[in-house]
């Protein structure tokens, strides 16, 4: 089955950087769309980047210009490199095969345990 393994989240002082990580099996990864999203403390899951199989990327307005998402897919491995980082950026960030907004609920099969993000002087 899907088995998704964010890491490389921590505490970090606005303006840093951090590196997150998603090891995925269970499933063809080269094949699919990836998305990283993230739920701040008290609110709903936010889209926060998409990377498409043919490298093409897609990012929120609110991290235009600060994240990259990237894939190797020889590792099997999501990543999300997020610079500039500020308080607003608090919150678990999750990585996921593809799927609509309709279909963001961590109650549905095919989430991992996500990855603990904290900005803060």
């Known amino acids: 089955q899907v088995q998704l393994v964010e890491s490389g989240g921590g505490l970090v002082q606005p303006g840093g950087s951090l590196r997150l990580s998603c090891l995925a099996s269970g499933f063809p990864f080269s094949r699919y769309a990836m998305i990283w999203v993230r739920q701040a403390p008290g609110k709903g899951l936010e889209w926060v980047s998409t990377?498409?199989?043919?490298?093409?990327?897609t990012n929120a307005d609110s991290v235009k210009g600060r994240f990259t998402i990237s894939r190797d897919d020889a590792k099997n491995t999501l990543y999300l490199q997020m610079n500039s980082l500020k308080p607003e950026d608090t919150a678990v960030y999750y990585c996921?095969?593809?799927?609509?907004?309709?279909?963001?609920?961590?109650?549905?099969?095919?989430w991992g345990q996500g990855t603990r993000v904290t900005v803060s002087s």
């Open positions: 990377i498409f199989n043919d490298g093409s990327t």
């Open positions: 996921s095969k593809w799927r609509p907004y309709s279909d963001y609920d961590l109650a549905q099969p095919g």
